[in-house]
Each structure stands twice: as C-alpha cells, then as structure tokens.
Nanobody, 127 residues
C-alpha cells in the first residue's frame, strides 16, 4: 500500500507564508524522489518543486525559485514545501507525489514519472 498525506494548506494574504507537509507511508517511503505539483481551476497540473530522498538534490519551477524551498526529513519520511512571498497566482490545490524509480540525477519536473499522488491541499492567496 502506498499513501501520501498532505497538510498545511490554507488562506493567506499576499506576501505571507505557508508550509506544506507530505507524510509518506507504505511503498512511498522507498521512493527515489518526491515532488510537489499544483493545479489551479481551469489549468493543467504544473510542477512546483522536487527533491531526492538520498542526496537531497532539488529542482524548482522558475516561477517559485527564490520564494519556495523544498526539504525532507528522512527519519520522519516527510517532505516539506516552505512557501514565502506568496502571490495570488500561487492559488491552487497542491499535490505531493512520489517517483518510485531513479530516472535522472535531477528529480523530474514532469508528472509522468511520478507513481503515487496525495489527495491535495488547497492554498488560497488573497490580494
């Protein structure tokens, strides 16, 4: 069984911060990498950030570089997304996902390689 449970979403004003958490259990604890994606109403799901469990190698979308930071706690099998300087355009449902197999040194930015997905957590940024 594989399970990813996100938490930490909510409503925040522009310029504010939130920290999302993703707890992995079952098969997902042996994943190669973990990623965060988001989907706004009427838009396609887009990559936000990713990190490998073993080396901590990260990958970020250009739109969040310098504002968001992804990290992991191997002991707790939890991945975090610290979001600072939030903008209204960051409003979306944020999903955590696990990539079970090594594909490249840099964790992938495409949804395709990710095998398991969480249920999502809503982030709303007001202007």
């Amino acid at each position: 069984q594989a399970q990813l449970v996100e938490s930490g979403g909510g409503l925040v004003q522009a310029g504010g911060s939130l920290r999302l958490s993703c707890a992995a259990s079952g098969r997902t604890v042996r994943a190669y990498a973990m990623g965060w994606f988001r989907q706004a109403p009427g838009k396609e799901r887009e990559f936000v950030a990713a990190i490998t469990w073993s080396t901590g190698t990260t990958n970020y979308a250009d739109s969040v570089k310098g504002r968001f930071t992804i990290s992991r706690d191997n002991a707790k099998k939890t991945v975090y997304l610290q979001m600072n300087g939030l903008k209204p355009e960051d409003t979306a449902v944020y999903y955590c996902a696990s990539d079970q197999n090594y594909s490249s040194y840099i964790p992938p930015a495409r949804p395709g390689p990710y095998d398991f997905w969480g249920q999502g957590t809503q982030v709303t940024v007001s202007s």
